[in-house]
DNA sequence: CGCGGCTTTGATGTTCATCAAGTAAAGTGG
DNA sequence: CCACTTTACTTGATGAACATCAAAGCCGCG
């Protein structure tokens, strides 16, 4: 973790178990005493490819997203993830140092747990260590799924999948307000900044979507649905 | 699995431990008394997407693709895996029916161990758990790092990079003979047919390769990098 | 031997990134 | 708090990259 922001009372970690549910009573009160709450303004950089991994890191509030930097200094989004999501926990147990880099685009308290801690645990109980198995390997598909949705679409329909994906996904709600710029949209989608713009514009002119500014509401849901499948 | 071939022996499995390193010798035995093995001609299919999990599959010998039908029933190749690789195993902890088909596109020995033997000896065996939880992670993100690397670039690097892959990932030399059609290529990397023989033949006339019929030659391994690399 | 699938090359049109130029919004420093 | 700078947003025009269509040779297989 780069920065150190302010601790928390631990209380965070109660209220979202997530990832943590098999393991028991004792198990989980071990790792109240040896972990770190950590609050990220939206904007700020969580962790950064090529660090050392010391802390399991596990969202509790907030948005956040996954970052790789590609060809020319150029980056790409590989997920944007929320709470009791795989934050980059796809790697955290494959490297000793992050391979992407996570930034909060929504504020966003993360909890850190012990990387050593964390792996005893999955030593101990492998009812909890399944459970992970079974997460990462969910977690996984949904990354290829996700690359292979969008890569097989063109524009019109990768801009009908990022909208439903905030909608459905993330939000639950046909009215939300974008996290993220057109910019990051265009680094999540693979496509130019102008042509996310363009394509906006044009759902609006069509009367799929409203805009004002970062605040999108739905109008015609089926034909989204439609757009987004006929790609 | 759809077909039933002959079973063999049961020594494949010793020959290639790969995935089943950790486990004791006593666990190891009770798979070799507990898993079929299975023969796969070229083109064969070893299991199909939707299909129930049965068994956890695990390749011997061979060469083996990755599927997944997407918008318009159009085949995409997610992977191209060899002893070893996880097939596609990415999803056999997580959901009771294949997410990928899989089909053999060399000769192939497969070993099918029992599922429920395999969450049996993974909650024995808490060694063995985290070094599967290891090995999913590295192959979720070279997952994701393939599709990122493929997608980031235009169709000379995508060709460098499939041709790099076959010689320097799957057979570690620069002369060998393509697996897979030019159409296969084609839905491996995301491109048309047309483009993937255009490009080969353009590689062919700068001298960077050589090519008969599906036998290629890396005639200049510097360069293709540097194609690979500037995209 | 003839049919279908794979391969190859050329021609055409579409999709998309890029460039340019301008407006609006949001930080920044005096 | 205002002038200044930067960053985000927007639209139009252009050209490049690429898919698609078409047509023909090739090969394996029944």
Wanted: aromatic fraction near 8%; glycine fraction near 6%.
């Amino acid at each position: 973790m780069d920065n150190n922001k302010g601790n928390q009372t631990g209380q965070e970690c109660i209220e979202h178990k997530g990832l943590l549910e098999k393991l028991t009573d004792e198990q989980f009160n071990r790792i109240l005493q040896n972990h770190n709450t950590f609050l990220f303004e939206k904007g700020e950089i969580i962790c950064s490819e090529g660090n050392e991994i010391i802390n399991f890191l596990f969202l509790q509030k907030g948005l956040i997203k996954l970052l790789k930097t590609g060809k020319n200094n150029k980056e790409h989004i590989i997920n944007v993830a929320k709470p009791d999501d795989f934050i980059g926990l796809l790697n955290f147990f494959s490297r000793s140092e992050y391979l992407y880099s996570v930034t909060a685009i929504e504020d966003s308290v993360v909890c850190g747990i012990d990387f050593r801690l964390m792996k005893q645990l999955l030593e101990e109980n492998s009812g909890f260590a399944m459970d992970i198995i079974e997460k990462i390997s969910l977690a996984a598909n949904d990354a290829v799924n996700a690359r292979l949705k969008i890569n097989s679409r063109q524009l019109r329909g990768r801009i009908a999948y990022i909208i439903l994906f905030f909608a459905e996904h993330i939000y639950g709600k046909d009215h939300f307000e974008l996290p993220i710029s057109r910019k990051e949209i265009a680094q999540l989608i693979d496509m130019s900044t102008e042509n996310v713009i363009r394509i906006l514009s044009e759902f609006r002119k069509d009367k799929i979507i409203s805009i004002d500014g970062k605040k999108i509401t739905i109008l015609d849901h089926d034909r989204l649905k439609r757009v987004y499948e006929l790609g």
